[in-house]
């Protein structure tokens, strides 16, 4: 059992939280299952929203939740290693206690804008991960949306996370496709070789579906690109972003793009909106 | 109204620190700022700014507000933020009383920061007025006047030569006045007058100083537009990146959270940050701002649109303490003529 000491508590002291499982996905990605000492998921949240993880007396960092809100029994986070907490995280072991605050941000629109659409996701690399969150809650939920395509690209085969997922579960599911890419041809691989934006365009999807886009920087703004030149208008498409963050709740000042924070207003924006703001992102 | 005649005030501020910490701007080596005050220091209520600005009362410059420990594998978190014990802060300018207001927007917002709250709820503000304003001060230009303190402010105060005045503004304020019944004096129709002649004087003042046509309405309310302007190039050449602007600054409230200790035992503490350092939004995959000028423009930026655009109010109170101290001359007062196409 945990203590019992916290007090009325401000929103930046942590829960304590268990890793129950760890799955790794790639050289440097794994999958932590996270739950209430207690048992079960330390918090709701909604799809596209992001927790701050904390690992003393390393510090914090801030991840977006890869797991379905559908799932109560717990959390996953899929990290790749990056830097001090990530790499801390990947040293530890099943049982270890880790602490947890959230949920922060605003969420993917899964209950108005996203009902009845036909859905693309595209993810580059670790991006997948926020998307899976949505994938999978749509899964859940599966009459109330149109079809889904999903675009999927790593650096390599290795470099493809959640691929129970991507290989086996999503292909089998009605009106799904999943359609991956890896960067550079390598022995064995059968797919599709090529970088996500062109992919976008060989493709020839429909252009009347939303679009939900996460990846790297440059895959987020060449994808975007890509996806205006096969007919997307702004207004149809979502990305989530990414930047430094210390309190999560738009106090300590630095994730903003002009007047909006990241943790706050973000991390899901939708790309007209984003193109008001200054580029600095 | 009432009044403290200046040989009340040792008694005045005896009595407060009875039942409060008091706080008074106290000089040390020639600098002035506020601190907790103990009979015999050397207090200094004529001296217009205080070298570092009180902020640091409601959000100090580092602040353990959690302590973490492993027992037998199990992590425990223990809140230890925040402050209960009640406070006075006598002789605040109208300018960082009015701060306080300001950071009241981004801490009072949900979700609420108890610590920030704690500290504020705590603290009862007596403002005194600004006799003779100096030719760093621009707080007119934001819509302080420095001859009323009225923002932020739990008890409004004038200097008129013999006495202060003083004005109970909000529960709080009069509450104390209360406990200093039989130290506070009435006034008289003769105070009155010597109240509005000073006012009058300090308007006179402030009319004359350098910056009083500084105008904000002359700033382009266009985010990207502003965000593209080619003056912050220019204007950011001689910044140094030293931060000392946002140290002194009353409304810059950055702060970064660190880890202290080993995993049996250590603390998690907030501490003062600079929007001016490189390392402020360096991430493992890159830094959004990697050179001067964008950190400079950001810092601009905020006080000016971000701020204005999100709580309607500037991040800036004019208190002039970013003028004295950059180690280049540059200051927000030369942003803002610039911005208006000075």
């Known amino acids: 059992m945990s203590c019992n000491c916290q007090k009325n508590v401000d929103s930046l002291i942590p829960q304590v939280a268990v890793i129950d499982s760890i799955r790794k996905e790639t050289a440097d990605v794994a999958t932590f299952r996270i739950i209430t000492p207690a048992g079960g998921k330390s918090f709701d949240f909604l799809p596209g929203q992001c927790a701050m993880i904390s690992i003393p007396p390393i510090g914090e ?34 049982g270890s206690e880790v602490g947890i605050r959230g949920p922060y941000g605003n969420h993917f629109p899964v209950n108005d804008v996203l009902r009845g659409r036909d859905l693309l996701f595209i993810a580059g690399g670790i991006g997948l991960a926020p998307l899976r969150s949505v994938i999978n809650y749509i899964m859940d939920n599966r009459r109330d949306y149109g079809t889904v395509d999903i675009i999927y690209g790593a650096r390599s ?5 959640h691929q129970e997922d991507i290989m086996n579960f999503w292909p089998k599911q009605i009106n799904t496709k999943v359609h991956l890419t890896v960067d550079r041809a390598v022995d064995g691989w059968s797919g599709h070789v090529g970088f996500v934006p062109s992919y976008i365009k060989e493709l020839g ?18 994808g975007l690109q890509a996806l205006e030149q096969v007919g997307f208008k702004r207004e149809q498409i979502y990305t989530t972003l990414e930047l430094k963050m210390k309190c999560g709740v738009g106090k300590c000042g630095r994730c903003n793009i002009g007047d909006k924070y990241v943790c706050k207003d973000g991390p899901v924006f939708r790309c007209d909106e984003l193109q008001q703001l200054p580029d600095e992102y | 109204m009432k009044q403290v005649y200046k040989r009340d005030l040792e008694r005045l501020w005896q009595t407060i620190s009875e039942h409060f910490e008091l706080y008074l701007p106290l000089e040390q080596d020639g600098k002035v700022n506020f601190m907790p005050w103990k009979q015999g220091e050397n207090v200094n209520i004529d001296r217009l700014k ?10 100090p410059p580092t602040e353990t507000y959690l302590k973490f420990r492993t027992v037998n594998k199990r992590l425990c978190f223990e809140s230890v933020g925040g402050k209960n014990d009640k406070y006075v802060v006598f002789g605040m300018r109208p300018c960082d009383a009015a701060s306080y ?15 920030y709250e704690e500290r504020r709820t705590n603290g009862i503000i007596i403002s005194l007025a600004c006799s003779e304003p100096e030719e760093t001060c621009f707080c007119s230009s934001f819509g302080i006047a420095a001859d009323n303190p009225v923002l932020g402010t739990d008890i409004a ?12 503004k909000s529960e709080k304020g009069k509450k104390l006045t209360g406990i200093l019944d039989n130290i506070l004096q009435d006034t008289s129709e003769h105070e009155i007058i010597a109240l509005e002649r000073l006012q009058q004087s300090i308007r006179e003042k402030l009319a004359q100083l350098p910056w009083v046509d500084l105008d904000l309405e002359i700033i382009s309310n266009n985010m990207k537009e502003m965000f593209e302007s080619k003056v912050w190039e220019e204007l950011s050449k001689s910044c140094l990146g030293c931060g000392v602007c946002t140290f ?20 998690r503490f907030r501490c003062w940050d600079s929007c001016m350092y490189s390392d402020f939004t360096r991430m493992a995959h890159g830094n959004p701002r990697k050179t001067q000028t964008e950190r400079f423009r950001q810092r601009f930026m905020h006080k000016l649109v971000y701020f ?13 303490r970013c003028v004295e101290k950059c180690p280049v001359n540059m200051n927000i007062v030369k942003v803002i003529k610039k911005l208006g196409g000075d």
């Open chain 1, 61 to 94: 960092a801030i991840f977006s939740i890869t797991s379905s809100p559908t799932e109560q029994r717990f959390l996953e986070f899929s990290i790749k290693k990056c830097g001090s907490v990530t790499e801390c995280l990947h040293s530890m072991e099943i």
């Open chain 1, 157 to 161: 085969p290795e470099d493809l996370v």
């Open chain 1, 205 to 222: 999807l429909a252009n009347n579906k939303v679009a939900l886009v996460c990846g790297p920087p440059i895959m987020i703004k060449l």
């Open chain 2, 50 to 59: 205080t070298d570092l600005s009180p902020k640091n009362i409601i959000f």
């Open chain 2, 101 to 115: 207001s300001i950071l009241d927007k981004v801490f009072l917002q949900e979700p609420i920061d108890r610590f």
């Open chain 2, 157 to 168: 105060a004038w200097d008129i030569g013999e006495s202060i005045l003083w004005q109970p």
């Open chain 2, 248 to 267: 002194v600054c009353p409304t810059c409230h950055c702060f970064d959270i660190q880890d202290f200790g080993a995993e049996r035992n250590g603390e």
């Open chain 2, 308 to 320: 204005l655009n999100n709580n309607g109010v500037y991040a800036c109170v004019g208190c002039g």
